[in-house]
């Protein structure tokens, strides 16, 4: 009898584990490629969800992950004629839910969401146009 509650917690804290793995590591490789590209306009967001969909597949326990928001912090563009590297960084933020299979009522939740953030220096660097002649 003893056990039985012990497993069940075990079991919990394993789905719940595995969904925080899943989560940062999505976070963090949603936001290494959206730092990745130019960051003009929707660039970073279509990045960042073009990774999540193909990250994990949400089924049986865990929902997700899915993006909250993702954005650029100080963009600076380089020179359009000469080119160069951007400046600022893009920050990605994620969410995943997790029901928790054994429950007890009024003592634990049977949902918990869990949220990341993680930020990368943008590492675009724009072509040189400029034509001498």
């Known amino acids: ?5 012990v497993i069940l917690v075990l079991v919990d804290l394993a789905i719940i584990t595995t969904a925080i793995q ?5 976070c ?15 660039n970073i967001q279509d990045r960042a969800k073009q990774v999540i969909k193909e990250a994990y597949q949400s089924g049986g326990y865990i ?3 899915t993006l909250v ?8 563009a380089p020179d ?6 951007y400046q600022g960084r893009v920050s990605v933020e994620t969410e995943i839910v997790v029901r928790v299979p054994a429950s007890i009522p009024t003592l634990t939740p049977d949902k918990v ?12 660097v724009k072509q040189n146009t ?3 002649l």
């Not at 953030?117 to 943008?122: A, D, S």
């Open 1 to 5: 009898m003893v056990m039985l509650p």
């Open 22 to 26: 899943v989560n940062d590591a999505t």
């Open 28 to 42: 963090r490789d949603a936001a290494r490629v959206a730092a990745a590209g130019e960051p003009i306009g929707t």
């Open 63 to 65: 929902t997700g992950p």
């Open 69 to 76: 928001e993702a954005k650029g912090i100080g963009i600076v």
């Open 80 to 85: 359009a004629t000469y080119g160069g590297p």
């Open 113 to 124: 969401t869990l949220h990341s953030k993680q930020e990368f220096p943008v590492t675009f």
């Open 130 to 132: 400029f034509n001498p």
